[in-house]
């Protein structure tokens, strides 16, 4: 059947098929542009040929590495979609010392696979047997040296072997095999490499938020390029132009994966490039635009320099642009009333539709954090003003907002049962008019004397009430829970153990959506019937997050007790996505075996267990400026004092 035109017509306009780049996009904004050039030379198909030979042989993703396009302006990266009409300019490889400004002989060499040697960009190739041989060679001495007994020196600090637990050796080299490179530097690591599927689907693509857990593992090694290449290349993929049915992202925002597409030159059959092509939604299922993204690049980076203390990368400012236009995004007004981020269904970790859309605590938990750590990072100067004293103020109406009106336990479970509704008032207690009969019976049985959490999502006459682990895990990592919420909060993980550690850890949400329910949230979601993948699975990639919240709380052996129970399953089951029932007995229906996070989540909390301080890297605490503003906040509540004339707001930071 032939394509309608107003079919086709959407389709130009949607960039489903290639379209021409705007010429001044980014362009006129001068910090934008990317401080390096490449240095450009085409490759024979010989080469390439070499190179897919060594790919089948070995199990890294060591992707050819064949040029890129370089625009002439703004020095984006573009996708193959939009690029097509670009002036090529030239193309070679990329390396990192061009991403990085430091040279590879600086850095951790053992990651780096020298791809201009490998090739002989500048001379004759050598013949092809030799050529794969070595790239094995190097490629096997590479992974010993980052798996070797003993010290060896790839980086700042020596990677040694864990050697007494062989799981733990096991996940490293799994670890290592999902390395995905982009013209011969690593950056970022495969989402799943399940050789029994059949269906990849996009579990072959860098995901931003799957990969802050691997590039926290090699900080945590001292293996510093990966992460600071991903960075910088996810940058150069930041508000990329892509389009959905004729709209485009904001600006600022950052893609949910991208893959390195390896195509041949238009004018060139003989002649290859590699592509990083970035997917904000548009491709993905559902169509959902992930917020976190952006915010976990905010995180990691502040993580690389802490760790690393390079802090050369946050200074670049192109890096400092990258941030701005993260936080313009997401401090933007709108109609909203709250001082929460607004979003659509399934934008973070839960991807796909589970009535999550709103202001869910995952997103909220992260929105704080990413503006905590990108306020320890902002250069100060004149254009930064108001950003920064929009990010102040946000900072607090967002720590009030939610403490005070996420936190449940058992005695503002009572206070919410007792609730009159329909208050119209300045002053009203029951400010969000919910109905007392919207409480669940599971909850009333459910929750604990000692302890409470944070619920899922606030709205008006609605309160989710479902517990969400990440959301309130990273609301103790980042001190958005205050000391007392957070120590409560792990005491009803403990309490509550057998249902949300039980056979494995950890329950992404608690409890399922069942029935009826089921069927109106999740649109009868097959993926996510009741105790499966979103909708209550078990996700072992959570206990990083988990041994970073207790290690906070200096209360370890939680999370060592955690880190046991995945510890006896998790290499025997091939290091599943996620796990099925109540007690996370069963492998999950769907679930990928070896996905990365799985495994990096596991070597994190390991590492972390082991040297509880490195945590640091993760946390933020408030500091005196905060809390004197967070003070004076809640002394203006109206819930405390009523009446409008309290309603000042004076804390500007
Ligand atoms: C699933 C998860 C999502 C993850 C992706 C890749 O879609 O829901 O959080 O990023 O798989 O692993």
């Excluded at 990072?377 to 004293?389: E, H, T, V, W, Y």
Aim: a neutral charge; glycine letters at 6%.
């Amino acid at each position: 059947m032939s394509m309608g035109t107003s079919e086709a017509v959407l389709q130009v306009l949607s960039g489903a098929v290639p379209r021409r780049l705007s010429g001044d996009m980014y362009l006129s904004n001068s910090d934008l542009a990317f401080p390096f050039k490449f240095h450009i030379k085409p490759l024979k198909r010989k080469a390439l040929k070499h190179i897919q030979s060594f790919k089948s042989s070995s199990a890294i993703k060591c992707q050819c590495q064949i040029g890129s396009y370089w625009n002439k302006g703004g020095g984006r990266f573009y996708g193959k979609a939009v690029v097509d009409r670009l002036k090529l300019v030239s193309c070679n490889c990329q390396h990192s010392e061009s991403v990085n400004g430091i040279t590879a002989g600086e850095k951790n060499g053992a990651w780096y696979v020298d791809s201009a040697k490998k090739l002989n960009l500048n001379g004759a190739m050598d013949t092809q047997n030799i050529l794969e041989f070595e790239d094995l060679q190097k490629t096997k001495k590479e992974k010993e040296s980052l798996t070797s007994n003993g010290a060896t020196d790839t980086g700042t600090t020596k990677f040694h072997k864990a050697g007494v637990d062989p799981i733990e050796d096991e996940a490293w080299d799994l670890l290592l095999d999902s390395v995905v490179y982009y013209c011969g530097s690593p950056v970022g690591t495969i989402a799943a490499n399940d050789p029994t599927s059949s269906n990849v689907l996009n579990y072959d693509q860098v995901f931003i938020r799957d990969f802050i857990p691997s590039g926290i593992a090699f900080l945590l090694k001292g293996e510093y390029d990966v992460v600071r290449n991903f960075i910088l290349h996810t940058l150069q993929l930041q508000s990329w132009e892509k389009t959905m049915d004729c709209y485009s992202p904001g600006q600022g925002l950052m893609p949910a994966s991208f893959k390195v597409h390896t195509v041949p030159l238009d004018d060139n059959e003989s002649m290859t490039e590699e592509v990083l092509d970035p997917d904000f939604g548009e491709a993905a299922i559902g169509r959902v635009a992930p917020v976190d993204s952006g915010l976990w690049w905010i995180i990691l980076l502040r993580a690389y320099g802490k760790c690393s203390g390079d802090l050369s990368v946050q200074e670049r400012i192109d890096v400092q642009t990258g941030i701005k236009m993260i936080l313009r995004q997401c401090l933007a007004d709108g109609f909203d009333m709250f001082p929460t981020l607004l979003v659509t269904d399934g934008p973070c970790m839960i991807d796909r539709r589970m009535g999550i859309h709103g202001h869910p605590l995952e997103i909220e938990a992260l929105y704080y954090s990413a503006l905590l750590c990108a306020r320890e990072m902002l250069a100060p100067d004149d254009g930064s003003n108001d950003l920064i004293r929009a990010l102040n103020n946000r900072l607090v109406a967002l720590s009030f907002h939610i403490r005070e009106y996420y936190w449940l336990d058992l005695r503002k479970l009572n206070e919410i049962y007792r609730y009159k509704t329909e208050e119209y008032s300045y002053d009203a207690v029951n400010k969000f008019n919910i109905y007392p009969d919207q409480i669940p019976s599971w909850l009333v049985e459910w929750m604990p004397n000692k302890g409470g959490y944070l619920i899922g999502n606030l709205q008006p006459a609605h309160m989710d009430f479902r517990f969400f682990s990440l959301g309130n895990l990273w609301s103790v990592v980042s001190g958005l829970a205050t000391k007392d919420q957070s120590h409560a909060i792990l005491d009803l993980v403990e309490a509550k153990w057998a249902d949300l550690v039980a056979d494995m850890p950890l329950k992404i949400c608690y409890p399922a959506l069942e029935g009826q329910e089921w069927q109106i949230i999740t649109g009868s979601d097959p993926k996510n019937t009741p105790w499966s993948y979103h909708n209550a699975g078990s996700w072992p990639t959570l206990l990083w997050q988990f041994t970073v919240a207790c290690i906070k709380m200096n209360r370890p052996e939680m999370a060592a007790k955690a880190v046991a129970v995945a510890g006896k399953r998790l290499s025997r089951d091939k290091w599943p996505e996620y796990y099925d029932t109540k007690k996370g007995k069963f492998i999950g229906k769907q679930s990928r075996l070896f996905q990365t996070w799985s495994i990096a989540g596991y070597l994190v909390a390991k590492l972390l267990i082991a040297k509880p301080t490195a945590a640091n890297i993760l946390i933020t605490e408030e500091d005196s400026e905060l809390m004197n503003a967070f003070s004076c906040m809640i002394t203006t509540n109206p819930r405390r004092k009523r009446g409008r004339r309290n309603l000042k707001q004076p804390y500007l930071v």
